[in-house]
């Protein structure tokens, strides 16, 4: 039993490790493979592609499923962070919320990376409906992402530029993921052995 456990908790371990090259979208899946079959879902419920997914992902958290905005110090105290962004996806309280309320959400969680992507998968349609911004715009999208629906609206993020080049670096993960995915999503998609008729 004791041996069990071990394993088990040695197995959690490198679950959630994150990936090695993150840069690669092929190397991601090929270190967590059912990352992959998260996107897929998330991707055939909203529509949001995977390429797109996996770059906000990839620009939120680095892939740590524990990450939280830095907390400022004063002195040698430590206060209270700026935002209560959390996970995967960096989701704010509010907004994980109104997503469980939504989908049913007794058992989600924000470090679970299939619960992070079909948040942003979600989101970006919900984007997509109020906004018109297509699933295919990472730049926009991202940018609504991270203001909210109602501060791009706004407009304040034309005079962020900060944040515009943020979202330009989002918009280049995502055609490079995009253009490596082409290369192994393959692989990926018809691993499992009951899949006989995949292509």
Known sequence: ??????????????????????????????????????????????????????????????????????????????????????????????????????????????????DALDFIGWYTDRIHRTLGISKWDPKHLYLAYHEGIGGYRSGHWKRNRALLRTADGVAYRAREYGAQLRQCAARFRCRHWYQLLCH
Request: with cysteine; proline share 8%; net charge positive.
């Open 1 to 114: 039993m004791l041996a069990a456990a071990v394993l088990l908790a040695t197995l959690a371990g490198c679950a959630s490790n994150p990936p090695r090259h993150t840069d690669n979208l092929c190397k991601v899946f090929d270190q967590h493979p059912d990352w992959y079959d998260a996107a897929h879902d998330a991707q055939k419920r909203w529509g949001t592609p995977i390429n797109v997914l996996m770059a906000f992902i990839n620009r939120e958290s680095g892939y740590r499923k524990r990450a939280r905005p830095d907390r400022p110090w004063f002195l040698f105290i430590p206060l209270p962070r700026k935002s209560s962004a959390y996970g995967y996806a960096q989701i704010q309280d509010p907004a994980w919320e109104d997503y469980k309320k939504a989908n049913g959400g007794l058992f989600k969680s924000r470090t679970d990376m299939d």
